[in-house]
C-alpha cells in the first residue's frame, strides 16, 4: 500500500482567491482535479500571495481563501485525499521564490502574455510581483516534485517557463527538480467573456462577462440571455467566425460531459433562443449540487479552516523537502541541529 502511494505522480494546481471563481475556472480546471484525485497524489492550493499582485480588500480576501478552499471540497475534492491548503501557510513557497527570481531572466517574463495584459489592466499598479508573478507560479509548481499540472490555456505560458527554469536548474545542479507537464481539459480549456467572446472570462471582469460558480439561478439566467452571439441564426462550432456561439457550446459539452459535435447535432436547425436555454439547464443542474455543498461547507468555518492547517502542516513537509535539497546545492550554510 505504502508502495503504491509512493509511486503514484503528484499533481499541484491552484487558483487565486481573486474574485468569486467562475464556470471557466469549473471547466479549466476545477472539473479536471476532481476526475484526477484517486489516480495521483494531488496538491491543491488557493494561491493567496498571487492574489495581491493585484490590490485585495484583506476582509475580502480573507473570506475568499475560505470560499475557494470550499469550492474545491464542493467541486468534490475529498481533503483525506487531496491537499487542500493556502499558499501564504508554507513559507517554501515564497522562498523558493526567491531562489527561482535568481535563474530567471528579465526578457522571459517580459514576454508574458498576462503580465502584459494585466499591466495594461491596472497601470497604477505595475508593481514588481506582478512582474515576477511566473517565478512564484514555478515554486508553487517544483517545490511539491508535480509531474502533472492541470491549468487552462491562459496558463500554458507559465508552465512553459517552469519548465525551462526547472531544466535551466538541473542543467547546473544534477536533477533537483521533476520538470512538469500541463494536463489540458479536452473541452472548455478556454471558455470565454459573455461579452466579449474573443477575450477569456476572468473573474475579475465585469459581473455580465462570467457565471460564477455560486451566482443565483436567477443571475444564471439573466447572463446566459445576454450573451452575445452573431447574426447569421445558424448554431455551428467555429470560434474564429462565431465565438460567442462556440463558446456557448463548448460550455454545454464540457457540463453536460459531451463532445462538440454531439452537442451541435443535438441543437442544430434551432434558434439561439434554444440554444441559449439549453446552456441555461446545463449549467443550472452542474451547479446546483455544487452551490448546495459549499452552503454547508460555508456554515462550518471551524471544519474548513482545521482542514486548512492540517493540508498546510502536510504540504509543508514536502515543501520543504525540496527546499533543503535546492539550499544545500545552491551552497546556503547548513543548518546544524543542536
Ligand atoms: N476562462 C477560462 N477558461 C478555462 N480555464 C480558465 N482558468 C481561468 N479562467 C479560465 C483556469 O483556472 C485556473 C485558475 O486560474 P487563476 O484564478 O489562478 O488565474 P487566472 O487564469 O488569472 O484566472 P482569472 O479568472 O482570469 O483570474 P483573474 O481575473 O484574477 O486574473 C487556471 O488553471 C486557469 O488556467
Redesign the pocket.
Known sequence: MENQVQQKKTIF????P??TL?I??Y???LRNFALLQDDYNCIYCV?DM?AIT?RQDAAQLRKRCLEVAATYMACGLDPKKNIIYCQSHVSGHAELSWILNCFTYMGELQRMT?YKD?AAKHADNINAGLFTYPVLMAADILLYQADLV??????KQHLELTRDIAQRFNGVYGDVFTVPEGYFGKI?????SLQEPTR??????PDDCYIAILDPEDAIRRKIKRAVTDSDGEIRFDPENKPGVSNLLSIIAAMSNSSIEETVSKLQGQGYGSLKNYCTEVVLDTLRPIQAEHAKLMADKAYLQSVLMENAERANAIATRTLRKVQKKIGFAERIKK
Open positions: 494546481s491552484g487558483i487565486q481573486s474574485g467562475t471557466g475556472n471547466i479549466g480546471a494561491v498571487h493585484v498576462q494585466k492541470p491549468i487552462g490555456a491562459d496558463q472548455g480549456s478556454r471558455i470565454m477569456k472570462m476572468s473573474k475579475s471582469d
